[in-house]
T-cell receptor, first 112, second 111 residues
Framework: GEQVEQRPPHLSVREGDSAVITCTYT??????FFWYKQEPGASLQLLMK?????EINEGQGFTVLLNKKDKRLSLNLTAAHPGDSAAYFC???????????FGAGTKLTIKP | EAAVTQSPRSKVAVTGGKVTLSCHQT?????MYWYRQDTGHGLRLIHY???????EKGDIPDGYKASRPSQENFSLILELASLSQTAVYFC??????????FGPGTRLTVL
């Protein structure tokens, strides 16, 4: 089945700096890709999504890039602010599959 | 916006006891899921359902049962709770195979 590896597990950057979180997946039929944000003690909120047909999506200060050739998904934060401190999870769903596979998560800390 | 609620929000159970976690969604989604999250880890799929009165096994179904009596409701049942089932449990729903909307979670502690 699908396997998703997310890196790094912890990331600390200064306010205003950029940050990149990367996920690699194994199933070449993967078609739907999601990023979720989880603040401490809270549930997961959908942050962004990209489908295999697009490869890039931008919003809320983030950019999602999909490299299908390398089977790599990245979440790029261009200018971090304190509200971005949270855990971030990538999620991948192969075409025709009901199940989503989640990465292990990245805990992002924004330092003043 | 999608609305998924869970009850209870927190529960302490004794080893060997029965625990039922409930999930209710009001977004008319066909798909519902149960995940567990262990401290510092991602989500692992326990059971899911895409139609009422039918459930499917996820990646870690051992020790858990699920029930989907209606489109809106999905329960997770631990017949004999064990220490290793201490975790936070999330319910989610989705329209077809698109993004999932999560409930607030239930923190289960088994003593």
């Amino acid at each position: 089945g699908e396997q998703v590896e997310q890196r790094p597990p912890h990331l600390s950057v200064r306010e205003g700096d950029s940050a990149v979180i990367t996920c690699t997946y194994t199933d070449p039929n993967s078609y739907y890709f999601f990023w979720y944000k989880q603040e401490p003690g809270a549930s997961l909120q959908l942050l962004m999504k990209v489908f295999s047909s697009t490869e890039i999506n931008e919003g809320q200060g983030f950019t999602v890039l999909l490299n299908k050739k390398d089977k790599r998904l990245s979440l790029n934060l261009t200018a971090a602010h304190p509200g971005d401190s949270a855990a971030y999870f990538c999620a991948v769903r192969p075409y025709g599959n009901e199940k989503i596979t989640f990465g292990a998560g990245t805990k992002l800390t924004i330092k003043p | 916006e999608a609305a998924v609620t869970q009850s209870p929000r927190s529960k302490v159970a004794v080893t060997g006891g029965k625990v039922t976690l409930s999930c209710h969604q009001t977004n008319n989604h066909d798909y519902m899921y149960w995940y567990r999250q262990d401290t510092g880890h991602g989500l692992r799929l326990i059971h899911y359902s895409y139609v009422a009165d039918s459930t499917e096994k996820g990646d870690i179904p051992d020790g858990y049962k699920a029930s989907r009596p209606s489109q809106e409701n999905f329960s997770l049942i631990l017949e004999l709770a064990s220490l290793s089932q201490t975790a936070v449990y999330f319910c989610a729903s989705s329209y077809d195979r698109y993004e999932q909307y999560f409930g607030p979670g239930t923190r289960l502690t088994v003593l």
